[in-house]
């Protein structure tokens, strides 16, 4: 189980980077852009430097990766909820929110 690799999605290019060097080849990443503009706390979809073909194109990838893996952890979204509607059946039965301290 410990070498079973998982796919990460995130908006933050810190935590990708920072998943990625610990984790290694089991944390599998798609190629999205992330933004470098940090008044939005790095919401990509919040960055209007970045086209918005790109950012759909980047959404809809990761979407139905997610929605096509095993298991789910998330914190609370559209895209979260997004997936588990076109995930597997199972997708739903083992959904996990992962909720910030701000939103406990």
């Known amino acids: 189980m410990d070498k079973m690799p ?9 935590v990708k980077s920072y998943l990625k060097k610990y984790f290694g080849e089991k944390c599998v990443v798609y190629p999205s852009t992330l933004s470098t503009n940090n ?3 790095g919401a990509v ?6 086209r918005g073909f790109k950012k759909a194109k980047d959404i809809v990838m990761e ?5 096509s893996c095993d298991a ?3 914190t609370f979204s559209s895209v979260s909820n997004g997936v588990r ?5 199972k997708l739903a039965k083992d959904h996990h929110y992962f909720l910030h301290e701000h939103d406990a």
């Open 63 to 67: 979407t139905l990766i997610m929605a």
């Open 39 to 41: 008044s939005h706390h």
């Open 72 to 74: 789910f952890i998330s």
């Open 45 to 50: 979809h919040k960055d209007l430097s970045i």
């Open 85 to 89: 509607w076109l995930g597997q059946s």
């Open 6 to 14: 998982f796919f990460l999605a995130t908006d933050s290019a810190k």
